[in-house]
């Protein structure tokens, strides 16, 4: 059971030094471990010419090359015939899972008990650091599955002596919330917010409700979307983040950053482009480590996987929640980032300038953008599609104007382009439901490049 505001306190409040000391043990064993167990791993080290023990800290841990989703996906069948980073026996696997494989393949993750048992005590972590605990009743708007997401969440709650109500999706009906009455609700943005309107057509206002907190996993977005999310529910929202790789980050009651679990797993961030790992406060991909401690087991570990998520490591110091794990900025995917007039934008900054707060006032929240190739050579089009509440009384020019101040923001080349009609944006209004993401299965892709 939790103790006070930690679940862990002994780990999560230890001293730096003794923490780093703690993480070097594990760097050691995991290592080991690797080379003992994963075919892979056997062959990598010995490729590259590394000694594994001379690997012997989180500074020698950044001298290895980095791998990634296509190494796993080269080293698992039907490219091999066996799984080579399975890193348990048979007889020792609990599940096996998969990764959505939006971006190919699906990579295949094995887990032991053991893995589930430390994968639960990061979300319990995160879990008490937003102030659940024993009789708070959570509604688990995440799918069942191949992902580990919903499952995780369940065990930490045992751990916990919290009640989950396991609806898998947030299309539920709302005696769930007047029968159970739950006290938070774990989901995306988008899912929050059509709850909230369904509930609110059905005569139940959702500030009005049992909820006190809400959880956002699965995905980046906006400040501004978290803004009046909580505004909607009238409480707090929090941040998790996390991927069946491993890795597993959350926000405490502070809201300044998400903490890292640094005793079982190990994050740098590195810049692709200069090949180098960048300085804390420098925004870069996150490449994780699995860390075991001494004597544990698991199905799966990874050892500089590039996660293609991209961040900036904003803290180390003790949060003013008492917890000594460095925090980290919000995570955003690379994959939903790209290239206009020599200047980056990600998804999140369309979702910015959507829900300027007077926005709502005519839209949903629901976009949708896409890219095209202009008519003229080098010209880029941006179609941004917004549902309205009402299409006949939406304010266009005061939408266009707050997202256009919000998108650009401290992107100057890029509003230079906008001026200059290289880079164009063209607003277009649909009534609800008159999105193509709802004509298309799966999580909807919100930022899609045509060109």
């Known amino acids: 059971m939790s103790s006070g505001p930690y679940h862990n306190p002994s780990i999560e409040t230890m001293e730096r030094g003794e923490l780093d000391a703690l993480i070097d043990e594990r760097i050691r064993y995991t290592v080991k471990y690797a080379v003992e167990n994963s075919p892979f791993y056997r062959k990598w080290f010995k490729e590259h010419g590394i000694l594994p023990s001379d690997i012997q800290s989180h500074e020698d841990l950044l001298e290895l090359p980095i791998i990634n989703g296509s190494t796993i996906r080269e080293h698992q069948p039907p490219v091999t015939t066996d799984f080579e980073f399975r890193t348990g026996d048979w007889k020792e696997i609990f599940t096996i899972h998969e990764t959505s494989g939006t971006s190919g393949t699906p990579k295949t993750f094995f887990l032991t008990w053991e893995d589930w048992d430390r994968y639960a ?7 008490v650091a937003q102030g659940f605990g024993p009789g708070d009743k959570v509604v688990i708007c995440a799918s ?3 992902n580990v997401g919903a499952n995780t969440m369940t065990l930490a709650a045992h751990h916990m002596g919290m009640t989950i109500i396991p609806t898998g999706k947030c299309t539920f009906p709302t005696r769930i919330v007047t029968s ?15 709850l909230a309107n369904n509930m609110k057509e059905q005569g139940l206002e959702p500030a009005e409700s049992s909820i006190q907190r809400l959880v956002v996993g699965g995905e980046s977005f906006a400040e501004e979307a978290r803004k009046y999310l909580s505004e909607v529910w ?3 929202v929090y941040n998790n983040y996390g991927s069946t790789e491993g890795t597993m980050c959350g926000e405490c009651t502070d809201l300044s950053g998400l903490h890292v679990s640094e005793d079982m797993v190990h994050l740098d961030v590195y810049d692709p482009g200069m090949d180098k790992y960048v300085k804390d406060g420098e925004c870069g991909r996150i490449v994780l480590s699995t860390l075991l401690p001494v004597g544990a087991k698991c199905g799966t570990l990874l050892l500089n996987y590039d996660t293609e998520d991209t961040t900036v490591v904003m803290d180390r110091k003790t949060c003013a929640c008492g917890r000594t794990h460095m925090k980290i900025m919000n995570p955003q995917r690379e994959a939903e980032t790209f290239w206009v007039a020599e200047t980056p934008f990600n998804r999140v900054d369309v979702e910015k300038g959507v829900f300027q707060r007077d926005n709502m006032e005519h839209l949903t929240g629901e976009y949708e953008a896409f890219l095209y190739g202009g008519d003229d050579e080098g010209e880029t089009v941006m179609r941004v599609s917004l549902e309205c509440l009402d299409p006949a009384t939406c304010n266009r020019s005061l939408v ?9 923001g401290y992107k ?8 200059d009609e290289s880079f164009k944006i063209i607003f277009n209004y649909v009534a609800q439901g008159g999105l193509e993401l709802y004509r298309i299965k799966g999580r909807p892709k919100r930022l899609v490049d045509r060109r």
């Open 121 to 127: 005590e990061k979300y319990a972590r995160y879990f």
């Open 234 to 236: 009238d409480c707090d």
């Open 400 to 408: 266009e104007e707050n997202f256009l101040r919000a998108f650009f």
């Open 180 to 194: 159970y009455k739950p006290t938070g609700i774990v989901g995306s943005v988008f899912k929050l917010l059509r």
């Open 412 to 419: 100057k080349r890029l509003e230079n382009a906008y001026h």
């Open 144 to 146: 069942y599955g191949m």
